[in-house]
């Protein structure tokens, strides 16, 4: 048997792989598969060892390509972290230039606007002591400067000179407990005196109960200290408190609101007005009166500026008071006062037309350069005035009068034919007739006066 199998091995061993192969055949066409199972079983044998290789070169392929590409990384980034200082620096300096240019003009304009000569400086250094409210500025004795001066801001005053050195000052704060300053209220006029707290606000004091102080009002300076001129703007009002004798007022410093980089020395000090105060809608815009508009149309007369009841009241007696030509304070004795009952509107009119307006009982009634009308005739509507008609001709006979049955009573004149051109006369009024004697008084009562025609001379 073994010398059998040694002689047809080689056949033997293509008859187990064709044995083989078609059994694999039987259970592919039987489990219905289009791959083969050759396929499948190499796959299987060469998919783990495919996945290996593919890990081990992506991780080598990687590894060299950070290596060599992002070797300079740390790098960049260094040099991008300098360059972003660098920016910052630069960003803040510019910003600083940018503001010290907006505080240098507008100290250039506030400089151009007050008429007191000033000085501009710089501020370069505080006071050594926590609690210490000087400065030290770049202007001394030899740039003018003397003990005493005040310095101020756009926004309001900053303080005193306290000390004048060759080079340099120092300057007391508007908010030093030895600080102390003359105000004046700007709404009631009301003086103070304004002193430091040591800390960011100021008080006003010696004001009494009984002046009026509302907060929200600003102190100016009222020049009684000699050291700060009139007109320039010192403190905002926050608190107002009644006190024992006088009011307990807290303010905020207006010269400190913006910090203090800038300060002007005033060398040569002049007072200037205090502003008045600020009204809203002070202007109010008037479109043209409608056509055909009256004078008396409330919707015509101008509007009083804003304001209480007694400003309005006020305002309304000056217009009627400038309508009738009358001066507040420059009436004389006996001269006739103004009508203040009158509208505002009739009140023009009345000045505008002195024949509208109402006569008193002693005054002498309006004459005209008309003539008197002719007995007996009345002018009607649509007709010229009797003045106009014209007068009967000497040349003309008189008209024959109607003969009458019993008593005769006279008749009026006929009026005269017009001449071409010239208005129609007016139609003649009936004649009044005259009381009979032979009928009883009763019967025949006396007629008015106005009636009766009186004769009148001729022009």
């Known amino acids: 048997m073994e010398h059998l199998l040694n002689r047809y091995r080689n056949i033997t061993a293509l008859l187990l792989a064709i044995f083989a192969q078609l059994i694999l055949l039987g259970y592919q066409v039987r489990s219905d598969q289009d791959v083969r199972i050759i396929r499948v079983w190499a796959v299987t044998a060469v998919t783990p060892l495919a996945r290996g290789i593919e890990t081990l070169r992506s991780s080598t392929v990687g590894v060299i390509e950070n290596y060599f590409v992002l070797r300079d990384l740390r790098e960049d980034n260094r040099r991008m972290q300098a360059e972003l200082a660098r920016l910052k620096m630069e960003n803040r300096f510019l910003k600083s230039e940018l503001s010290t240019a907006e505080r240098a003009k507008a100290l250039s304009v506030f400089q151009a606007r007050t008429l007191s000569r000033t000085l501009a400086a710089r501020v370069f250094g505080t006071g050594a002591g926590a609690n210490s409210r000087v400065l030290f500025v770049d202007r001394g004795s030899l740039a003018g400067v003397q003990k005493g001066m005040a310095v101020v801001n756009p926004d309001g005053i900053v303080g005193k000179i306290l000390a004048a050195f060759p080079t340099a000052s120092q300057v007391m704060l508007i908010t030093d407990p030895d600080f102390a300053a003359g105000v004046v209220s700007q709404k009631h006029q009301v003086k103070g005196a304004l002193k430091g707290l040591g800390y960011a606000n100021c008080r006003v004091d010696y004001i009494p109960n009984e002046e009026k102080v509302?907060?929200?009002?600003?102190?100016?300076?009222?020049?009684?200290?000699?050291?700060?001129?009139?007109?320039?703007?010192?403190?905002?009002?926050?608190?107002?408190?009644?006190?024992?004798?006088?009011?307990?007022?807290?303010v905020e410093p207006l010269g400190m609101k913006h910090g203090l980089e800038e300060v002007l020395i005033l060398l040569e000090s002049v007072h200037q007005a205090i502003p008045e105060n600020q009204v809203a809608s002070s202007s109010l815009y008037l479109a043209p009166r409608p056509p055909g508009a009256s004078p008396d149309d409330p919707s015509s007369l101008p509007k009083a500026a804003v304001g209480t009841d007694a400003d309005r009241l006020r305002e309304r007696y000056r217009t009627v008071g400038d309508a009738q030509g009358h001066k507040f304070g420059e009436g004389l004795p006996g001269s006739k006062p103004p009508d203040f009952n009158l509208q505002p509107g009739a009140a023009r009119v009345q000045a505008t037309s002195p024949s509208l307006a109402p006569q008193s009982p002693g005054d002498p009634k309006p004459t005209s350069d008309a003539p008197p009308a002719q007995p007996g005739s009345t002018p009607q509507s649509g007709q010229p005035a009797p003045s106009t008609a014209p007068k009967p001709a000497a040349s003309n006979p008189p008209a024959a009068k109607p003969e009458a049955p019993s008593t005769p009573a006279p008749a009026a004149?006929?009026?005269?034919?017009?001449?071409p051109?010239?208005?129609?006369?007016?139609?003649?009024a009936p004649a009044a007739a005259k009381p009979d004697p032979s009928r009883p008084a009763?019967?025949?009562?006396?007629?008015?006066?106005?009636?009766?025609?009186?004769p009148q001379a001729e022009p």
């Open 421 to 428: 051109g010239s208005a129609p006369p007016s139609a003649p």
């Open 442 to 454: 009763a019967a025949n009562p006396p007629g008015p006066d106005s009636a009766k025609p009186k």
């Open 413 to 419: 004149p006929s009026a005269p034919a017009p001449k």
């Open 214 to 250: 509302e907060a929200g009002e600003i102190f100016y300076t009222s020049g009684d200290d000699r050291i700060f001129p009139k007109g320039f703007p010192a403190a905002f009002v926050r608190v107002v408190r009644p006190g024992t004798a006088f009011k307990e007022i807290l």
